[in-house]
């Protein structure tokens, strides 16, 4: 059975692109280079994701909904653009549930993956610390890699958001034992 791969790669609007990393649209408030997607009417409750049809569902809520299956795979067949974008927000989600402790409030478990969304030292494509070189392009250049890195952090902190949602969506006083039991699993083997 393969993995999961992005329904954003046969979008007919090709998205733009820094290396071969592509710049999806994004349903968020966070400040960024994204196109902003419009909220669903009327507004979904902050763990629920829009219907695939919608116009409101972007790669984040994929990232969401294909994470638990996809992290049993080892092996992921690139078949376009958006399955990058895919890759990085399973490994960011990955790192997210690892800040989660078990004993955590939602309060607690906000400050430290909030802080890890925040945090500006990550690894762009072409840096040596970036766990798939071989299949991403660096940046042209110096303005590209800023764009790069505005656009990432956008993702990191709805993509934070989203899943401190769904990891609290029954009770904000304990973690999901659903949602943290995959802090052990590393999608390809790798993780940021």
């Known amino acids: 059975m393969p993995a999961y791969n992005s329904v954003f790669n046969s979008d007919p609007n090709p998205p ?8 999806l ?4 408030k966070t400040r960024g280079p994204a196109y902003t997607l419009p909220i669903p009417s009327p507004p979904l409750p902050a763990h629920e994701a829009p219907d695939v049809e919608s116009e409101s569902y972007d790669i984040l809520d994929e990232v969401l909904s294909v994470f638990r299956a ?5 092996n992921f067949e690139i078949q376009g653009p958006a399955d990058r974008l895919l890759i990085y927000g399973i490994w960011f989600v990955s790192d997210c549930l690892t800040k989660i402790k078990p004993t955590a409030n939602i ?3 906000q400050k430290d993956v909030l802080n890890l969304a925040l945090d500006l030292n990550f690894a762009l494509p072409g840096d040596p610390a970036w766990p798939l070189n071989q299949m991403y392009e660096p940046p042209r250049d110096r303005q590209d890699a800023e764009q790069l890195r505005q656009y990432m952090s956008q993702v990191r902190q709805e993509l934070a958001a989203r899943i401190l949602a769904r ?5 904000p ?4 034992k659903w949602w943290l039991s ?3 699993r590393k999608f390809m083997g790798k993780s940021l």
Do not use: H
């Not at 733009?16 to 710049?23: A, D, E, H, K, S």
């Not at 996809?70 to 080892?74: A, I, P």
């Not at 990891?167 to 009770?171: F, I, K, L, R, T």
């Open 70 to 74: 996809n992290t049993f795979f080892r």
């Open 173 to 176: 006083d304990v973690p999901s």
């Open 182 to 184: 995959f802090t052990k």
């Open 167 to 171: 990891v609290y969506e029954e009770n």
């Open 107 to 109: 309060k607690e478990a």
């Open 25 to 28: 649209p994004l349903r968020t």
């Open 16 to 23: 733009r692109m820094i290396g071969n990393f592509p710049l």
